[in-house]
């Protein structure tokens, strides 16, 4: 990618529609992990013409490499399959959770793991290589935005949902996909 290239992420955003749910996920949270899980089969039970889909990424400490996994997300995102790469990162984490958290958050294999061998493992799983926009400084715009927006509408936790941009706190990632669709259409 060239440096003198304007960085643009793109949102990681799907449908269209008036009711809009955002899900703000910790990639290695095993109750992100979850709900992330359930969200195609959520927009296509709701439709993407009556609902907007936006994930957003909820970085948090005592998931030992979630700034690294964060922040080669919104790389990906900004190459040129943009979201559908980012959402390939997302998947690929999922699948192989184990890999890139700690056991209890302070021990494990992942003790002698380095940033740049979880690098290496996004891109093998994912077959995404971000690289290049992951070492642009610049991208730290990006992940600012999203740890910003999520602190200003209060949420600190993932997974965390809000519809039409009220936090819905007893909307769990164990919960039904029929309901999370009528709450929606609520």
């Known amino acids: 990618m060239n440096n003198t290239v304007t960085l643009h992420a793109d949102p990681l955003v799907w449908g269209h529609g008036p009711k809009v749910f955002e899900v703000f996920l910790e990639p290695t949270c095993p109750f992100s992990v979850k709900a ?14 009556q609902m907007t889909l936006k994930i957003r990424l909820q970085s948090q400490p005592w998931h ?8 080669y997300i919104l790389a990906a995102s900004t ?3 943009g979201k559908a790469d980012a959402k390939a990162v997302l998947k690929a984490v999922a699948l192989h959770r184990e890999e890139f958290e700690f ?3 302070c021990a494990g294999p992942n003790m002698d793991a380095t940033p740049n061998d979880i690098l290496a493992r996004l891109k093998r799983y994912s077959g995404v290589d971000a690289y290049a926009p992951f070492a642009r400084p ?10 910003k927006y999520a602190r200003q509408n209060g949420i600190h936790v ?8 009220l936090v819905q706190s007893d909307i ?5 996909i029929s309901e999370w669709a009528k709450r929606i259409q609520a």
């Open 158 to 165: 993932s997974p965390t949902f809000m519809i039409n941009g």
């Open 138 to 147: 610049e991208l730290q715009a990006e992940v600012k935005w999203h740890c």
């Open 36 to 49: 992330f899980n359930k969200l195609d089969a959520l927009l296509a039970a709701v439709g993407e013409d």
């Open 103 to 105: 056991t209890d958050h």
């Open 172 to 176: 769990s990632s164990g919960d039904d």
């Open 79 to 81: 190459l040129p399959a």
């Open 64 to 71: 030992m490499y979630s700034g690294v996994i964060v922040r």
